[in-house]
């Protein structure tokens, strides 16, 4: 597992935790590798709740509805955390489900010895119990926001809303996004042909320039 380490310790779950530490850690949440190919579901809705971390690849959270119309809940990349929501909430099964975007690796984690107190008397199980506060806390703001950009009216006002977002997060005015098209209009919940054609017009007003997954913001007068 310590080839991954690197990769581990960018999840926020591990914040402050010393490295001598983490192999210990990792032990006492009965952390498990797991591969999955492109495409392939981790998990479906209705599967038993669980916590993933991307140790490479990336997964997106996604619903469906009876016909099979998908909406892109969340992007995770490598580093990231999935499932903890539901998990700490002991919610029986997911009412999500978890796809890979690419060749990934996924550990798996024991969440119920993440929100409790450890037999071992670990020291530094203190200091994940209040990162998955953190986390969660962290999400609810992450939820609020995609709420903002999914209350707008119209397709334009949704992509405005959302690739600032991107930007300001960023820092940059240029950036890449980790959708494709159909990914992007499943997250921002329109249409695919006309979220192409109101991309189309901003670039012609000089709004933005783009390129698949990069975008380019343009400051105005």
């Known amino acids: 597992m310590e080839q991954y380490f690197e990769i581990i310790k960018q999840c926020p779950l591990f914040a402050d935790i010393d490295d001598r530490d983490l192999d210990s850690l990792l032990g006492c949440l009965s952390a ?9 579901f981790l998990f479906r809705a209705g599967d038993k709740a669980v916590v ?19 909406a ?21 099964r997911l009412p999500v489900s978890v796809v890979a975007t690419d060749k990934s690796e996924i550990l ?33 703001v992450m939820l609020t926001r995609k709420m903002e950009v999914l209350s707008m009216r119209t397709t334009r006002e949704k992509l405005i809303a959302y690739l600032s977002a991107q930007a300001i997060m960023q820092k940059e005015s240029a950036f890449d996004v980790p959708f494709s098209r159909q990914e992007l209009a499943d ?27 990069h975008f380019d913001l343009i400051q105005q007068g």
């Open 108 to 140: 798996m984690i024991d969440y119920r010895k993440i929100i409790t107190t450890c037999p071992n008397s670990c020291a530094f199980h203190t200091n994940l119990i209040k990162n998955m506060m953190r986390i969660l806390a962290q999400k609810n």
């Open 52 to 70: 993933g971390i991307v140790l490479a690849g990336g997964v997106h959270i996604i619903q469906e509805d009876f016909w099979g119309n998908r």
């Open 187 to 213: 997250y921002l919940c329109v249409d695919r042909s006309a979220l192409s054609r109101e991309l189309g017009r901003m670039q012609e007003e000089g709004i933005l320039r783009f390129d698949k997954r």
């Open 32 to 40: 498990t590798r797991h591969e999955f190919q492109k495409g392939s």
């Open 72 to 92: 892109i809940l969340a992007h995770v990349e490598p580093g990231g955390l999935f499932g903890e929501s539901f998990s700490c909430a002991e919610t029986d």
